[in-house]
């Protein structure tokens, strides 16, 4: 199979942590499409370094929460490579802080960067994958939409809504070939936790029942299985890499 022809699918968010490994990781076998809103020079660097190695990878700056440009974005896509293996809204934020002294701004910030954003992506890709009959959709939760943290509050509400976003949208296309997953990933290792005080990070990792933060590679490894044929009998499901933390 030439690089060209090569199945292609979209991650959002992909510049930094999670994403630009999801990037590497697919890489090996797909050409990638991987959006990022600020991040520009980290961004073409990744793209450049995958391209060095013979991968087709493009770097696409898109705001999630423009519906318009999503839906340009989408539609050119579609024509231009057919429609997509897969869809990875793994775009989020945090506006972390109590509750009572939230204000509505920080809160529709995350509601719309977290959950409106993969509504807008799943929405202007998916008529293409029903129409092919097949794709993989995957929504990058996370543990604090499944057990309480304070002073995320809206973090929490956005993750857990996408993991019921997924539960009901797979029962839909599933009689379509699509396939719809979630997974909630717990600490894991990138350039934001370490950029933690080392006694904050200790502690932090003490609280996990493996007494270490999880890895990059462990979720990349399982949105790889998820977009993979391995999993064509997987739909609907919300798979946890937390080392124990929702045991």
Not at 129 to 145: I, K, Q
Request: hydrophobic letters at 45%.
């Amino acid at each position: 199979m030439t690089q060209q022809k090569r199945p292609w699918l979209l991650v959002t968010g992909g510049a930094r942590g999670i994403g630009e490994a999801l990037v590497r990781e697919l890489s090996r076998h797909y050409h990638v499409v991987f959006t990022y809103v600020h991040s520009s020079d980290a961004a073409h660097r990744l793209a450049n370094d995958c391209q060095q190695q013979g991968r087709h990878v493009d770097a696409v700056q898109c705001d999630g929460t423009d519906r318009v440009a999503v839906a340009a974005l989408a539609q050119a896509w579609v024509a231009r490579y057919g429609a997509p293996h897969a869809l990875i809204n793994n775009a989020g934020i945090t506006r972390d802080g109590a509750f009572l002294g939230m204000d509505a701004e920080a809160w529709f910030a995350v509601v719309d960067n977290n959950l409106n954003a993969a509504f807008h992506w799943t929405r202007a890709l998916l008529p293409s994958m029903v129409e092919a009959g097949s794709g993989s959709v995957v929504m990058m939760s996370s543990v604090s939409g499944l057990k309480g943290n304070a002073g995320q509050t809206s973090y929490s509400a956005t993750k857990a809504a996408l993991i019921s976003f997924t539960r009901s949208l797979a029962l839909e296309v599933a009689r379509f070939g699509v396939r719809v997953n979630a997974i909630a990933p717990g600490i894991i290792d990138t350039d934001m936790m370490r950029e933690m005080p080392e006694k904050a990070r200790v502690a932090l990792c003490r609280s996990i029942p493996m007494r270490k933060a999880g890895d990059v590679s462990d979720v990349s490894s399982m949105v790889e299985y998820l977009v993979g044929d391995q999993s064509h009998y997987v739909t609907g499901q919300c798979f946890v890499i937390d080392g124990g933390m929702t045991a």
